[in-house]
């Protein structure tokens, strides 16, 4: 049982461009959604979370939308860099006490120069 | 600030043998927790604690086992090692919600089962 699905699996986009990853969710008790990126050989670091209350969350050139009735959410990178080449994580939080992430399957996004 | 540990950052073990992976944490945190990560699966939590002495199963919890006698120390024990227990292991912890809802990761064990 997969409670969140992400997509696409792998992403190319030309830098400058906008780079979007969509996720799913099923379980409408999660309460707390971040997105995390991860670098070759790293572990995961959050690169930006939401709550259900709210629909969208910028930072610098991340953002989040959020469809609660959908129960969806996706991430948007703009004026992707190369820098941004790695991969990255939706999750979910069953509870928000307790540290627990339900993740999406990862995206490897590949930026070109 | 060192954030977590993990250690050791490679190991290759034959199946049947058993080995401990150890995590520790220098930011005071309550809740830890170990995952696993595989291709294409994301990563999926195996155990996790909420305090020193509090422990319990996450999504595969099977041929893991945790204990939790400190706040700094969270480490993970393969009991007996079988090639499906090859993967990338992190360990990962979380302060109080009063100081956020930040889940700070390892840098990974890398385990291979042959």
């Known amino acids: 049982q997969q409670q969140v699905k992400q997509s696409p699996q792998s992403l190319i986009v030309q830098k400058g461009g906008i780079s979007i990853i969509n996720c799913a969710y099923e379980?409408?008790?999660?309460?707390?959604f971040p997105w995390y990126q991860q670098f070759p050989g790293k572990g995961p670091a959050l690169l930006i979370a939401i709550r259900p209350d709210v629909s969208e969350k910028k930072e610098g050139r991340f953002t989040i939308s959020f469809n609660k009735s959908a129960k969806q959410f996706s991430l948007h990178i703009m004026d992707s860099q190369p820098g941004d080449s790695a991969t990255y994580f939706c999750a979910a939080s069953i509870g928000s006490n307790t540290g627990k992430l339900i993740f999406g399957q990862g995206t490897t996004l590949q930026v070109k120069p | 600030n060192a954030g977590v540990t993990q250690t050791p950052k490679f190991q290759v073990l034959k199946t049947g043998q058993s080995m401990t992976l150890q995590c520790a944490q220098d930011?005071?945190?309550?809740?830890m927790s170990w995952y696993r990560q595989d291709p294409g699966m994301g990563l999926r939590l195996i155990h996790y604690s909420v305090g020193a002495g509090i422990t319990d199963q996450g999504e595969v919890p099977n041929g893991y086992n945790v204990s939790r006698s400190t706040t700094e120390d969270f480490p993970l024990r393969l009991l007996s090692a079988a090639p499906s227990q090859t993967s990338v292991y992190f360990c990962a912890s979380r302060g109080q919600a009063a100081s956020g809802n930040t889940i700070y990761f390892g840098e990974g064990s890398w385990l291979t089962v042959v």
């Open positions: 379980n409408t008790a999660f309460d707390y």
């Open positions: 930011m005071n945190h309550e809740y």
